[in-house]
């Protein structure tokens, strides 16, 4: 059974950084393409930020280009976002997803899920 589990999360004033992970348990992780995404209140979850298999590729939805960064250490099976210049339309929960194969945003390609962290942006 693969499990994600997402930390990190948490309150910051507009501007400030959090640091989000997730740990993959249960399954081949280097196997598994990553990403990040969000969901606001009353609205769908989005794609953030992929990243490959070997960690060597990442990519971003253009709000966050420049502010985010993604990566992994296959070592500690773990996926790592790293928010800086934090804004009040960032506040959402944050899931982490997992799939075998070949990285993508699309969200429903994801198989594996984790239970998702809030991040609450105040002005």
């Known amino acids: 059974q693969v499990q994600l589990a997402e930390s990190g999360g948490g309150w910051v004033q507009v501007g400030g950084s959090l640091r989000l992970s997730c740990t993959v348990s249960?399954?081949?992780?280097?196997?598994?393409?990553m990403g990040w995404f969000r969901q606001a209140p009353g609205k769908e979850r989005k794609f953030v930020a992929i990243?490959?298999?070997?960690?060597?590729?990442?990519f971003y939805t253009d709000s966050v280009k420049g502010r985010f960064t993604i990566s992994r250490d296959n070592a500690k099976n773990t996926v790592y976002l790293q928010m800086n210049a934090l804004a009040p339309e960032d506040t959402a929960v944050y899931f982490c997803?997992?799939?075998?194969?070949?990285?993508?945003?699309?969200?429903?390609?994801?198989?594996?899920w984790g239970q998702g962290t809030q991040v609450t942006v105040s002005p």
């Open positions: 990243i490959n298999r070997s960690g060597e590729e990442t």
């Open positions: 249960g399954g081949s992780f280097s196997n598994y393409a």
């Open positions: 997803g997992a799939r075998a194969g070949f990285w993508t945003e699309v969200e429903g390609h994801y198989h594996y």
